[in-house]
């Protein structure tokens, strides 16, 4: 299952870490919705009833858009069916923030949105999930590798493939601006294109749906997480995690409903054994709390301190900034080397950078 998740981008960089491929293997960079960058907030601790950045297909808000172009959204995290007839979502009787992908044909609130292509990705830095340790729960954040890759849609393109650089297709600085705009790439005050080098987002398979309240008010989209059995590496902490896409044709494919029809894109629902994860502090039990700390590894053996892996201290060197607007977007630390991923009671006893940090008085947290 999937109940906690954590999203600490700024609208703009989540916009920047999500670029996706079009279906001529195209790279660009979504905007957000209209008005949806307002409706979503930053967050070390992101529960179900709040808004998280979404990735869809923009023919679901306008028809006469390509299907494979892709737009951000700010949508409410518990799926609210079209058809639910209450004033209220919170009336509903049964939890839809998770739903089970092996059963999706068999309950309406997931088959009408499925059959409709109703497919949508979840960006979120990382997800929270519990283990149990007799009577107590121990939590762990559970994330994609954090290496010097490139994040989604960057991956690098063999000489032979590349695309000639945008100002060699201008013959002059209208067509230039024209080419740029559509191409969906940013360039900073040098001029160098500008590529996201921070936290790789997750990117989670979910279902989406438009629920108009009987009031008249502005119509609410909500979402579901799709979850598949545990990879290996997690059945020790839960028997079920959510279906995470790895790699941009995957997360195309998802969301490219016209091309791939609902019964193949089931397929893409599989565990995925590339997930790192270290274990966090109670504290992130609570939903009230909302601070660095949440996402904090901590030592389940004090006497032992194992050395760190590249993706723990990639993540200590991301969360030692300050606020977003201030982050570097490449790490200070050396992620070049490749170590073991230890076993779970071998995380690392928080220390160094992230721990000086962490007792600056100045840090503020922001709040969901």
């Not at 179900?48 to 023919?59: A, E, G, M, T």
């Not at 060699?168 to 024209?178: H, I, R």
């Not at 500008?194 to 909500?222: M, Q, S, V």
């Not at 598949?228 to 998802?254: C, F, K, T, Y």
Request: with cysteine; hydrophobic share 30%; net charge neutral.
């Amino acid at each position: 299952m999937c109940g906690r998740t954590a999203c600490t981008l700024d609208p703009e960089e989540v916009s920047r870490a999500s670029r996706y491929a079009t279906r001529g293997g195209r790279r660009r960079q979504p905007r957000w919705r209209d008005g949806d960058a307002d409706k979503y907030r930053p967050s070390y601790n992101k529960t179900p009833q709040s808004f998280s950045p979404v990735l869809l297909s923009q023919r679901h808000f306008d028809k006469d858009a390509p299907v494979d172009e892709c737009v951000v959204a700010a949508m409410r995290w518990g799926l609210v069916p079209s058809w639910f007839r209450e004033s209220d979502p919170r009336k509903m009787q049964y939890s839809t923030s998770n739903c089970r992908s092996d059963t999706l044909l068999e309950k309406k609130s997931y088959k009408d949105p499925l059959l409709k292509g109703q497919r949508c990705v979840i960006l979120a830095d990382g997800f929270y999930e519990w283990r149990r340790q007799g009577k107590e729960k121990q939590p762990f954040f559970i994330y994609f590798p954090q290496t010097q890759t490139p994040a989604l849609g960057e991956e690098e393109r063999d000489e032979s493939d590349a695309e000639p650089p945008l100002e060699e297709k201008a013959s002059n600085v209208e067509e230039f601006l024209t080419i740029l705009l559509c191409s969906g790439v940013t360039y900073g005050k040098e001029g160098e294109r500008n590529k996201w080098t921070g936290w790789r987002l997750l990117t989670i398979a979910g279902l989406f749906d438009c629920w108009n309240p009987p009031g008249g008010e502005e119509p609410i989209y909500t979402y579901t997480v799709i979850t598949v059995d545990a990879s290996p590496n997690l059945q020790d902490i839960h028997n079920r995690m959510p279906a995470v896409l790895d790699g941009e044709d995957d997360v195309r494919r998802w969301l490219d409903f016209g091309e791939v029809k609902s019964l193949d894109a089931l397929k893409l629902l599989q565990p995925t054994n590339l997930l790192t994860f270290h274990p966090v502090s109670s504290m992130v039990n609570n939903s009230r709390n909302n601070s660095p700390e949440c996402l904090q590894p901590v030592d389940l053996q004090a006497n032992q301190e194992p050395k760190p892996t590249a993706s723990s201290k990639m993540m200590m060197s991301w969360l030692k900034s300050s606020s977003p607007s201030k982050r570097k977007e490449k790490s200070t630390c050396d992620t070049t080397t490749h170590e073991p991923q230890p076993r779970a009671e071998e995380h690392p006893k928080p220390s160094g950078p992230l721990m000086n940090w962490l007792q600056r008085t100045s840090k503020k947290a922001r709040i969901n």
